[in-house]
């Protein structure tokens, strides 16, 4: 083993190999070897010539600039002529990775090239610098290789000039990061790394795959019977697995989970070619499913900074059911609107609309956004939590810039500041939309000063002097929650930290406090149960439109069994007493005022004329009624004013007015009453707990074709009864 600098430098060519193997030496108690022993990486052969140049070109844009005093190399400001904009989204990610791996070791190649005097023995021009770094990048994680050339690639000048220099130089390359191995005391180059970068790049290596699955093309049912006839099989965890498997996320319905080393098999399947199912991070999903616990079956949803589209079409399709209406500001060129609109019909989404104006630009005034309810912002965040940072930028189109903090495992604390105050001015201003009654607030960062600094300073200096409600913080709402993976703090915040298993996540709920005068009708009710899962199994009908003109509105409800209606209205009762105890804790999500219909209703007689009132009908029904009835008249009989329906023909109770008929009294009446009342009819407004009947009945309701009791005298006096 050499053990000098000077050994390794004055090396003869017949070391080559020993150098080369060197350089990539690491104890056999070094885990990470261990691990990438066991599983089995292919050995890498290198890249096209297009992806070294598109590399080069991205880290251009991305690399660590230096003061003139510390730099050790000039890099050109010229990007690099490319042979095409390459469209395939596979070379994309290559050169992606190339440039976010160069730029991570930046320093210590530098030093490389530096120490292996290659700069000073050549003539490089500057504008090659890039691509040079990239190239040397790629050579020494080939372990000084050549590489393999594929017969119908395209060749690029530059990079073969490139690739001809390092190969030249491999020999003294390869003691150069000997050398600074050895100055490090390092196993490998990855430990020269900051141990969080390390473990991002562990959590990366095992991090699995989530896919939604698009509902209103194909059932999940569908989905699963496909996958086993394509030989997977659904599993509790797929964490460590190796074979075709897929599991079902736990927090989300509609999320399955793969492998990582499948993606490329999962991409050549109908399933994804057809956007049946759509590769996202979980945070995405987990963020519109908050928003859709929170809508009525008529909320429209304003949609900020929605980074893919992917994220607005799921939330499309989450309330294909309802009425809802989907906006999308943020959408500086309109040159993308076929695009996008081609994408949504592609995946069957119809209740979208974008909006060319940036958000802090939208008056809350504006016309169309009268209906929105819940506004869904996923303000631009430093990233730190993801372990995959161009996975997530590539698939969440968010800005390249964060590469370079992402490859040094922080940020610095004025570029925090910077991202906090326009996360705080966004939210700030979601708040002045009057007519919305609540925020979901996401984020991927593990900063506080992002989160909770940014939420609790929002609602500290929120404008009360809105006549509307103030907001405050409430628990999301989640479906299969579980508390061993997400943390609620006391402060109802929703975490999940970053993991092997997922990407960090933040969410917070806003929402405002309850205003009695609100109103939420049964159809509503049922929407927020069936989003909360007390509905499963049951399926609701699309809501209609709301018509003021309209004087009386019928509601109809899905046939079902006896069985079936009762588990319904059990489900309903529980959802209602829950919702009533979280009403006197004080954490309703949306202010609610609930009416229920009931399964029976008044039955007037023939020549009752029913009237709309406003006021609410007092209950029970029959107590009322016979609370005014004189206990001195022992002849009159009690009346049924409710027969049962068919469970499938449930109405609400209105309010009615009941006119009594003309009759005259058979016996004398008792002292203090007349014995004749006015033919007159007699009107008795029915006006709930708050109005009393005055007077009283003087005969009760008579059902229609009902003969007299024989008992009667027959000598009463008969008038026309033409209600008959």
Same mark, same amino acid.
């Given at each position: 083993m050499l053990n000098s600098a000077s050994e390794l430098e004055f090396a003869n060519e017949e070391n080559i190999e020993e150098i080369s193997h060197f350089a990539s030496l690491a104890l056999s108690g070094d885990e990470a070897a261990n691990e990438r022993n066991l599983t089995a990486v292919p050995e890498k052969t290198g890249y096209p010539d297009s992806v070294y140049v598109m590399a080069a070109n991205i880290f251009q844009g991305i690399r660590m600039?230096?003061?003139?005093?510390?730099?050790?190399?000039?890099?050109?400001?010229?990007?690099?002529?490319?042979?095409?904009?390459?469209?395939?989204?596979? !070379?994309?990610? =290559?050169?992606?990775?190339?440039?976010?791996?160069?730029?991570?070791?930046?320093?210590?190649?530098?030093?490389?090239?530096?120490?292996?005097?290659?700069?000073?023995?050549?003539?490089?021009?500057?504008?090659?610098?890039?691509?040079?770094?990239?190239?040397?990048?790629?050579?020494?994680?080939?372990?000084?290789?050549?590489? !393999? !050339?594929?017969?119908?690639?395209?060749?690029?000048?530059?990079?073969?000039?490139?690739?001809?220099?390092?190969?030249?130089?491999?020999?003294?390359?390869?003691?150069?990061?000997?050398?600074?191995?050895?100055?490090?005391?390092?196993?490998?180059?990855?430990?020269?790394?900051?141990?969080?970068?390390?473990?991002?790049?562990?959590?990366?290596?095992?991090?699995?795959?989530?896919?939604?699955?698009?509902?209103?093309?194909?059932?999940?049912?569908?989905?699963?019977?496909?996958?086993?006839?394509?030989?997977?099989?659904?599993?509790?965890?797929?964490?460590?697995?190796?074979?075709?498997?897929?599991? %079902?996320?736990?927090?989300?319905?509609? %999320?399955?989970?793969?492998?990582?080393?499948?993606?490329?098999?999962?991409?050549?399947?109908?399933?994804?070619?057809?956007c049946k199912l759509v590769f996202q991070d979980k945070s995405r999903s987990l963020a519109v499913h908050s928003v859709k616990a929170l809508l009525n079956m008529d909320d429209d949803i304003l949609m900020v900074n929605t980074g893919s589209w992917y994220t607005v079409a799921h939330m499309s399709i989450l309330t294909n059911n309802n009425t809802s209406k989907i906006f999308v500001c943020g959408v500086q060129s309109q040159a993308k609107d076929p695009d996008l609109k081609k994408l949504f019909t592609k995946m069957g989404c119809k209740n979208i609309e974008i909006l060319h104006e940036t958000f802090l630009n939208i008056e809350s005034k504006e016309h169309k956004l009268q209906k929105v309810k819940v506004i869904l912002l996923l303000p631009r965040c430093s990233g730190l939590g993801v372990s995959n940072p161009v996975e997530f930028i590539l698939n969440e189109h968010e800005d390249i810039d964060l590469l370079k903090d992402l490859s040094q495992g922080g940020i610095s604390e004025d570029k925090l500041h910077v991202l906090a105050q326009q996360q705080y001015e966004q939210l700030s201003h979601a708040m002045k939309f009057t007519k919305a009654q609540a925020i979901v607030y996401c984020t991927c960062s593990v900063f506080p000063e992002e989160n909770e600094a940014v939420v609790k300073k929002a609602l500290e200096f929120q404008d009360l002097g809105l006549k509307v409600q103030p907001y405050r913080l409430s628990p999301p709402v989640l479906p299969l929650c579980s508390l061993d993976e997400i943390h609620l703090s006391t402060d109802k915040f929703f975490r999940i930290e970053p993991s092997e298993v997922t990407n960090s996540c933040f969410i917070a709920v806003l929402t405002r406090e309850r205003d009695p005068s609100e109103t939420v009708s049964v159809k509503?009710?049922?929407?927020?149960?069936?989003?909360?899962?007390?509905?499963?199994?049951?399926? =609701?009908?699309?809501?209609?439109?709301?018509?003021?003109?309209?004087?009386?509105?019928?509601?109809?409800?899905?046939?079902?069994?006896?069985?079936?209606?009762?588990?319904?209205?059990?489900?309903?009762?529980?959802?209602?007493?829950?919702?009533?105890?979280?009403?006197?804790?004080?954490?309703?999500?949306?202010?609610?005022?609930?009416?229920?219909?009931?399964?029976?209703?008044?039955?007037?007689?023939?020549?009752?004329?029913?009237?709309?009132?406003?006021?609410?009908?007092?209950?029970?029904? %029959?107590?009322?009624?016979?609370?005014?009835?004189?206990?001195?008249?022992?002849?009159?009989?009690?009346?049924?004013?409710?027969?049962?329906?068919?469970?499938?023909?449930?109405?609400?109770?209105?309010?009615?007015?009941?006119? !009594?008929?003309?009759?005259?009294?058979?016996?004398?009446?008792?002292p203090g009453v007349k014995s004749q009342i006015p033919t007159q009819q007699l009107y008795y407004p029915w006006g709930g707990p708050k109005n009393c009947l005055t007077g009283y009945f003087s005969t009760p309701l008579i059902r229609r074709r009902e003969k007299p009791k024989e008992n009667l005298p027959s000598s009463s006096l008969r008038r026309p009864r033409p209600w008959l």
């Open positions: 600039e230096k003061s003139p005093e510390k730099a050790l190399i000039k890099y050109g400001k010229e990007p690099l002529p490319s042979l095409s904009e390459s469209g395939d989204e596979s !070379l994309q990610r =290559l050169s992606y990775e190339l440039a976010f791996s160069t730029l991570k070791y930046q320093d210590i190649l530098e030093s490389i090239l530096i120490d292996s005097y290659i700069h000073s023995s050549t003539t490089i021009p500057d504008h090659l610098s890039c691509l040079i770094m990239v190239m040397l990048y790629d050579f020494q994680d080939r372990k000084f290789q050549p590489r !393999l !050339l594929s017969d119908n690639e395209e060749s690029v000048m530059e990079v073969q000039e490139v690739e001809n220099l390092l190969n030249s130089f491999k020999t003294k390359l390869a003691a150069a990061l000997a050398r600074c191995r050895i100055k490090h005391d390092a196993l490998s180059i990855d430990h020269i790394l900051p141990e969080i970068i390390r473990k991002q790049e562990l959590r990366a290596s095992t991090l699995p795959l989530y896919a939604w699955i698009n509902t209103c093309k194909i059932s999940p049912e569908e989905v699963y019977s496909i996958l086993k006839k394509k030989g997977y099989r659904k599993v509790m965890s797929v964490l460590h697995v190796d074979d075709k498997v897929f599991a %079902v996320d736990q927090h989300c319905y509609d %999320v399955l989970i793969f492998p990582s080393h499948l993606k490329s098999d999962l991409l050549n399947t109908d399933l994804f070619k057809d509503d009710v049922l929407a927020r149960a069936a989003a909360k899962g007390l509905l499963d199994g049951i399926e =609701l009908g699309k809501s209609f439109k709301r018509d003021k003109k309209k004087k009386k509105s019928k509601i109809t409800w899905p046939k079902s069994s006896m069985t079936d209606s009762n588990n319904l209205q059990l489900k309903i009762a529980e959802f209602l007493s829950r919702e009533s105890n979280a009403n006197a804790n004080g954490s309703e999500t949306l202010p609610t005022k609930i009416i229920l219909p009931q399964k029976s209703t008044t039955q007037a007689g023939p020549s009752s004329q029913v009237r709309k009132s406003n006021k609410p009908t007092s209950n029970p029904l %029959v107590p009322t009624l016979m609370k005014h009835i004189p206990p001195s008249r022992p002849y009159l009989r009690q009346t049924h004013f409710t027969r049962p329906r068919p469970e499938d023909k449930m109405v609400a109770l209105k309010p009615i007015e009941i006119v !009594l008929p003309p009759v005259m009294l058979p016996f004398a009446s008792p």
